[in-house]
């Protein structure tokens, strides 16, 4: 018997059951993307990186090894436009938000050659070419957010939830390495380059905190290690040295070598956990579709089973009450099998959906948060990158937690 | 120029966009299968009330009007039914969610035909016809409240979300009516009845409340002239005598038949409110399609001008900066155009989501309230209704909010 010869009510019910399985499926493509885009994002922090380094000291020992990471991400980023092809055949089962930023990161890329050459030939400023390595960077983030955002499965949803706010975490680390280099460079920090690496280690606190309230043992255990390595130590006595330099009191510019490579040592590092959670997703990403799969052939073949006896004459009814309107049941009561089937499906619904709700809900402050930067860019004219950084400074001067000062900017009028 | 040959970042962006115009032309089906459960819900409420009437007083005049009223659900049944075959050739588009509502739909309508016959021969207790219909009538205001839930338009969803709980109320006054039939047809009203009727009149306002803050003007004005007629005032009076009534002080059975007339009339006036709200849902959706269409056709044809005068040497910059690495915008800031258009998009899929956010809100509490009546069915082993009255009571005497009972029960470990 094929599906659709069946009774409508089990057709529909095997649908939904079908419907699941799709959407993980889908969900499989989608996860691979993210171990894509979170590859490529940690060669084009380090890329980012030793671009600083380059231009911040002008030591032309990193040229070799910029060049070495650029190829690398240009690998990384052959395999992401790769993924994004199988992806494309398939776009009508994806989310228009998650196209949209697949589409964001595409036109970033395609900006990257121009700037690659520019940095090897020294005819662009540090700041700039932090700026729109990090923009991209954020775009692939994106990615991974919307990710997470349109997950439908709860245990996918709540790593996925994990390897973002580990990724978000990491960049600000990455950003953090950047601002050193640019104090150190110039042999002191002034109040603005202090106040941004302090900005960035809050954001740090926030983002690993998220990471840890999602992630699985290992990965803790994983991000522990790294958390307990030396290179950790001798990046806080430079943060302490980096408090006591001043215009009239500088450090040696050698020192932002150190501060470079320590920090990078710490970053590559903290690749290990991203590589955990990826590859956790994809472990738990088949096992879910094969869970879903065997699901819904034995309840393919229950259904037939159902079916088949509501065809026989004599049996206990099942559909329709026709031979004997007044079963155990109560007439027009639905029989038990088939209700109780249907009924376990809306409870285990409910109970996915309402799983669901609570990793949704971590993403939810991440939201307000880019509404409210939306909200500056648009009045006060502001790029991206500042926005945010307007925003964190309002806390900062205010005293209050960040989603405060969101919550205030989104209460009043637009 | 298909695009397929246009550059990437362009085709998702198209690919966002058409994305979202077929998540319309679902919700479009979605809509008409709303419209044909809320005609079904409407007629299955008529002859429940004409059940309850002529199971309760014995009065055969009844017994004609009964059949007319279930023919023309029998035709209600047929279209939805038409309508789900249409839904069925599309499911993969459609969620699990709302899937699985559709099929517990379908299989309470099997046993429809047996309960009518059990009716009309009197095999049947008044309480347990009601019982069966109006689990039939909640399963069908579930697929309305799952398309509420899972609309992708802010505007439909706001019209759904007034549907689902006009229908709602209106349900719950059907059910006063039944209640009402069963106290007057007795000659009295014990505690439980009363107290029944409390509860019913407390539900109803909490979803005309929820109705009337999703309502368009239109659909509030029809409201105010339904709550103005003669009969509600009428009903008022009844409701007055009936809080008089005891075992020794009865009055006359006749007076079931007079509650029910009133009431049906108030019912019939109600579904000119879901008719409308169904109707301007209909007019919506169709506007809400040919915007989007118009909007891809203009995007495809902006993207195909971008994407020309990329390939074109000699033009301003639009891709790869491959031409000249340095522009105004900054070496690999992406220029200008493109970006501003996918910003543009970013922007209106946050606002989309945050609008969809307030809507969805409004939902909430009905799913929290469903997933405390799952916890009691399970823990009590008490039926849907009943397990839903338990609510009631327990938030009634201990003289909270129901909202908080639920809160409160969910709290508890599972």
Redesign the interface.
């Known amino acids: 018997m094929s599906d659709h010869q069946m009774?409508?009510?089990?057709?529909?019910?095997l649908?939904?059951?079908?419907?699941?399985l799709?959407?993980l499926e889908g969900l499989a493509l989608t996860c691979e993307l993210v171990e894509r885009a979170s590859e490529l994002v940690h060669d084009l922090q380090r890329e980012r990186g030793f671009s600083n380094v380059l231009l911040g000291t002008g030591n032309d020992r990193y040229r070799t090894a910029l060049e070495q990471h650029s190829t690398t991400a240009r690998h990384s980023e052959a395999r992401l436009?790769a993924c994004?092809e199988a992806l494309?055949a398939r776009?009508?089962q994806?989310?228009?938000?998650l196209?949209?930023?697949?589409?964001?990161v595409?036109?970033?890329l395609?900006?990257?050659?121009?700037?690659?050459?520019?940095i090897v030939e020294r005819?662009?400023q540090m700041q700039?070419?932090t700026?729109?390595f990090s923009?991209l960077i954020g775009s692939l983030l994106a990615v991974i957010f919307e990710a997470a955002d349109t997950a439908s499965d709860p245990g996918l949803s709540r790593a996925l939830v994990a390897l973002f706010n580990f990724m978000q975490g990491k960049e600000l680390a990455g950003q953090a390495r950047a601002v050193g280099v640019v104090g150190f460079a110039q042999g002191y920090f002034d109040q603005d380059l202090l106040a941004r690496l302090d900005e960035l280690d809050g954001g740090q606190l926030r983002c690993f905190a998220g990471f840890l309230d999602h992630a699985d043992a290992r990965a803790v255990a994983i991000w522990d290690e790294v958390q307990g390595c030396a290179s950790r130590q001798q990046i806080e006595q430079l943060r302490t040295m980096a408090r006591r330099t001043s215009p009239t009191t500088p450090v040696e510019g050698v020192l932002a070598e150190l501060w470079f490579e320590l920090n990078t040592r710490r970053l590559d590092a903290m690749q290990a956990v991203a590589q955990h959670l990826v590859a956790a997703l994809r472990t738990r990403c088949a096992a879910s579709i094969r869970d879903a799969q065997a699901d819904l052939d034995s309840h393919r073949k229950l259904s037939r089973r159902l079916a088949e006896l509501d065809r026989e004459p004599g049996q206990p009814l099942l559909?329709?009450?026709?031979a004997n309107?007044?079963s155990d049941a109560?007439?027009?009561?639905?029989p038990a099998g088939?209700?109780d089937l249907?009924q376990a499906?809306?409870?285990r619904?409910?109970e996915v959906?309402?799983e669901l709700q609570e990793t949704r809900q971590a993403l939810a402050e991440r939201?307000l948060l880019?509404?409210a930067k939306?909200r500056l860019m648009e009045q006060l004219a502001l790029p991206e990158a500042e926005a945010h950084q307007h925003l964190q400074r309002l806390a900062m001067r205010s005293g209050v937690a960040l989603a405060e000062v969101v919550r205030r900017i989104l209460a009043q009028p637009g």
Chains 1, 2 share one sequence.
């Open positions: 009774p409508p009510a089990l057709r529909f019910m649908a939904a059951r079908r419907c699941e799709q959407q436009r994004l494309d776009v009508t994806e989310r228009p938000r196209l949209n930023r697949i589409a964001c595409l036109h970033l395609d900006g990257l050659s121009g700037l690659r050459r520019a005819r662009v700039q070419a700026g729109t923009h559909f329709g009450l026709a309107p007044v109560g007439p027009g009561e639905a088939i209700l249907l499906q809306t409870r619904l409910h959906e309402a939201k880019e509404r939306q």
